[in-house]
């Protein structure tokens, strides 16, 4: 029987979404000034080492939108560089919530985040899990 890692904390919340991949590029190429209001520069700087960008920030899109409905909110209940994916030493994402965002999730009681992402050449999709 495979090991599973321990949940901490009562659930608050969860997120998922997807895009689709290639209207997301088509929507970049046509406002190229959206990827500087849409992720930081961080985001950026990691998804400009990859050979095709797209995918990767269509995922952490995904990822944004999805803390959104984690924490019941819709579009424009905060700044989309208040969730910043990061990666963990192991490669693993990690959330880090900030401004509006984080008195948000403070105000539902949220302690912590789980973050699954994955994107192939047409959808991107992220799971977003809200712990207290």
């Known amino acids: 029987m495979a090991a599973r890692a321990a949940v901490s904390g009562v659930l608050v ?3 998922l979404d997807s895009v689709d991949v290639p209207r997301f590029a088509r929507i970049l190429a046509r ?3 959206m990827a500087a209001r849409l992720f930081t520069d961080h985001e950026r700087s ?3 080492r990859l050979a095709d960008p797209t995918p ?3 995922a952490r899109f995904a990822a944004k939108e999805a803390t959104m409905k ?5 579009l424009g209940a905060f700044g989309w560089d208040d969730v910043e994916v990061e990666r963990m030493t192991g490669g693993a994402p990690t959330l880090v919530v900030r401004g509006r965002a984080a008195e948000l999730a403070a105000k539902r009681g949220v302690g912590g985040w789980h973050v699954s992402m994955t994107h192939t050449d047409t959808t991107a999709s992220a799971v977003v899990v809200a712990v207290s």
């Not at 984690?70 to 819709?74: E, F, H």
Request: zero cysteines; hydrophobic letters at 45%.
């Open 31 to 33: 406002r190229p000034a």
């Open 46 to 48: 990691y998804a400009d």
């Open 70 to 74: 984690a924490l019941g909110v819709g």
């Open 56 to 58: 990767s920030l269509a």
């Open 13 to 15: 919340g969860v997120g």
